[in-house]
């Protein structure tokens, strides 16, 4: 079970911005919404809040004026809270896998795959990851060599590429996890 003083740490903060983490919402993309929903209508004159599931990293900003960091920390904490009491032992902590441990190799690879999705999601402004332009663009390369050739050819090397990534994320799910527990409790991601 994740520690009371962990649902909400203040990691920084600017007149205009705060970032805070959330122990308890990592991993918890549903979870990790709402709280961001809630942030927002709890101070309208917040222009972006942010909050991110494979790190628990939530980021509020403004333009005009300044934000009290430690108001907007005690907001998040009565929001962690409330998503517990909603979702009890689901949120604030994760279920353990049947599987031994991820490998090293493992665990390099979902972080460079975390942080490869990080830049490609902030550069599209959230709009998109690597899991929604992957298949869009495989597709699309795999209908134009159809138009191209006439014929219906073998796996590509590519569809070959993108099988074993979901493979590997898919059989390794506790490295993924793991990666994303390490990452927020290191501060690596932002």
């Given at each position: 079970?994740?520690?009371?003083?962990?649902?909400?740490?203040?990691?920084?903060?600017?007149?205009?911005?705060?970032?805070?983490?959330?122990?308890?919402?990592?991993?918890?993309?549903?979870?990790?919404?709402?709280?961001?929903?809630?942030?927002?209508?709890?101070?309208?004159?917040?222009?972006?809040?942010?909050?991110?599931?494979?790190?628990?990293?939530?980021?509020?900003?403004?333009?005009?004026?300044?934000?009290?960091?430690?108001?907007?920390?005690?907001?998040?904490?009565?929001?962690?809270?409330?998503?517990?009491?909603d979702e009890g032992r689901k949120v604030t902590e994760l279920g353990r896998d049947a599987?031994?441990?991820?490998?090293?190799?493992?665990?390099?690879?979902?972080?460079?795959?975390?942080?490869?999705?990080?830049?490609?999601?902030?550069?599209?402004?959230?709009?998109?990851?690597?899991?929604?332009?992957?298949?869009?663009?495989?597709?699309?390369?795999?209908?134009?060599?159809?138009?191209?050739?006439?014929?219906?050819?073998?796996?590509?090397?590519?569809?070959?590429?993108?099988?074993?990534?979901?493979?590997?994320?898919?059989?390794?799910?506790?490295?993924?996890?793991?990666?994303?527990?390490?990452?927020?409790?290191?501060?690596?991601?932002?």
């Amino acid at each position: 079970m994740i520690p009371r003083d962990q649902w909400s740490q203040l990691i920084h903060h600017l007149p205009r911005r705060v970032r805070l983490r959330s122990a308890a919402i990592v991993g918890h993309r549903d979870v990790c919404l709402r709280v961001a929903e809630k942030l927002a209508m709890m101070d309208p004159s917040c222009e972006r809040v942010e909050v991110r599931p494979w790190t628990g990293s939530v980021i509020v900003e403004r333009e005009d004026g300044t934000l009290d960091a430690e108001a907007v920390r005690v907001m998040l904490e009565q929001l962690v809270a409330e998503e517990r009491d909603d979702e009890g032992r689901k949120v604030t902590e994760l279920g353990r896998d049947a599987l031994p441990g991820p490998t090293r190799v493992a665990k390099a690879v979902a972080h460079a795959f975390a942080e490869i999705n990080g830049d490609v999601r902030g550069a599209l402004d959230h709009r998109a990851d690597l899991g929604t332009l992957m298949p869009v663009l495989f597709f699309s390369l795999g209908l134009v060599e159809i138009g191209v050739t006439r014929k219906l050819p073998a796996p590509a090397w590519f569809n070959l590429v993108w099988w074993s990534i979901r493979s590997f994320m898919t059989f390794n799910a506790g490295a993924v996890e793991q990666e994303g527990r390490a990452v927020a409790a290191d501060g690596g991601l932002d």
